[in-house]
Nanobody
Framework: QVQLVESGGGLVQAGGSLRLSCAAS????????MGWFRQAPGKEREFVAA????????NYADSVKGRFTISRDNAKNTLYLQMNSLESEDTAVYYC???????????????????WGQGTQVTVSS
């Protein structure tokens, strides 16, 4: 079992930046591939970014490519999402997710993840 707790959300003006964190506990963090997803009001949950357990690979949704950066610190059991040049369309609840993984694979579908955090709200004002 892995417990995930997101933090770092808030209200920011368009063009601004935020860094989300996801603290993991319960199992060996480095055994898990990780991902960020988001869900805006009235919309389905969507993939944002993913990172393999060995830091070899990253994957981004087209809508955030070049603006968001996913990273992880296995020594601190923490996943990050650096969000720059934020747009009003980025407003959503952001969730981190984890799943046991092999090698350098990333996962982009929510159904592929076993563990989820409670989410953190990001609101971008235009």
């Amino acid at each position: 079992q892995v417990q995930l707790v997101e933090s770092g959300g808030g209200l920011v003006q368009a063009g601004g930046s935020l860094r989300l964190s996801c603290a993991a506990s319960g199992r060996t963090f480095s055994d898990y591939a990780m991902g960020w997803f988001r869900q805006a009001p009235g919309k389905e949950r969507e993939f944002v970014a993913a990172i393999s357990k060995l830091l070899l690979n990253r994957n981004y949704a087209d809508s955030v490519k070049g603006r968001f950066t996913i990273s992880r610190d296995n020594a601190k059991n923490t996943l990050y999402l650096q969000m720059n040049s934020l747009e009003s369309e980025d407003t959503a609840v952001y969730y981190c997710a984890a799943r046991p993984a092999n090698g350098g694979r990333t996962y982009t579908a929510g159904r592929e993840y076993d563990y989820w955090g409670q989410g953190t709200q990001v609101t971008v004002s235009s």
